[in-house]
């Protein structure tokens, strides 16, 4: 069963600075990865959706990336602000074990400080 | 679009008591997940749909937890008695086509507190 993880648990970083978050899963046999964000008490918003095909996916001042080989993925944020501060979730749609579950790691902590 | 629209966005009910849960997915969106998402456990899938469908309900936790998907713009996820553990924060989440290549896009949630 695909299992996915996210390092570290929790970050904060003073607002201006450029910042990675990890993402890892066990079974590189994926249709897509997704990174979410979701703030305290709300749903997921999607921000970026990267299929097995793509190497990277941009939008502002994210950029994604996706290793499936040695399955990795990372989102770096640049230019950090108070208004980033928020749990980041990654998430991959397996080949296997159910083609459109998604399996999600437990989360990034971010935050900014102003 | 709206987006996904769940109802309520609280609820808090004694042990024993029935909660239906309700979503609408986007317009044109043939696929309806059901999360739930805990502290200890993360976000876990619990039921998808396709074209008003069940396929996968493997994820349900029990008998107590059912759901329905009378038509293409509402679903209901009941469960009836409910417990303590159920205390939860769920999610319906909606995509369209197959083959895991379009975006999951969610609801704002209900949290749910059994006492």
């Known amino acids: 069963k695909q299992e996915v993880t996210q390092i570290p648990a929790a970050l904060s970083v003073p607002e201006g600075e450029n910042l990675v978050l990890n993402c890892s899963f066990t079974d590189s046999a994926i249709y897509n990865l997704q990174w979410f964000r979701q703030d305290p008490g709300k749903g997921l918003t999607s921000l970026l959706l990267i299929q097995s095909s793509q190497r990277e996916q941009t939008s502002g001042r994210l950029n994604a990336s996706l290793d499936k080989s040695s399955g990795r993925s990372t989102l770096y944020i640049a230019a950090s602000q108070p208004g980033d501060s928020a749990t980041y979730l990654c998430?991959?749609?397996?080949?296997?074990?159910?083609?459109?579950?998604?399996?999600f790691g437990t989360g990034t902590r971010l935050t900014v400080i102003p | 679009d709206a987006g996904v629209i769940q109802s309520p966005r609280h609820e808090v009910t004694e042990m024993g008591q029935e909660v239906t849960l309700r979503c609408k997915p986007i317009s044109g969106h043939d696929y309806l997940f059901w999360y739930r998402q805990t502290m200890m456990r993360g976000l876990e899938l619990l039921i998808y749909?396709?074209?008003?469908?069940?396929?996968?309900d493997s994820g349900m936790p029990e008998d107590r937890f059912s759901a329905k998907m009378p038509n293409a713009s509402f679903s209901t996820l009941k469960i009836q008695p409910s417990e303590p553990r159920d205390s939860a924060v769920y999610f319906c989440?909606?995509?369209?086509?197959?083959?895991?290549?379009?975006?999951?896009?969610f609801g704002p949630g209900t949290r749910l507190t059994v006492t």
């Open positions: 998430a991959v749609r397996p080949v296997n074990d159910g083609a459109n579950n998604l399996f």
């Open positions: 749909f396709n074209n008003n469908v069940p396929i996968d």
């Open positions: 989440a909606s995509s369209r086509t197959s083959g895991g290549r379009d975006e999951q896009y």
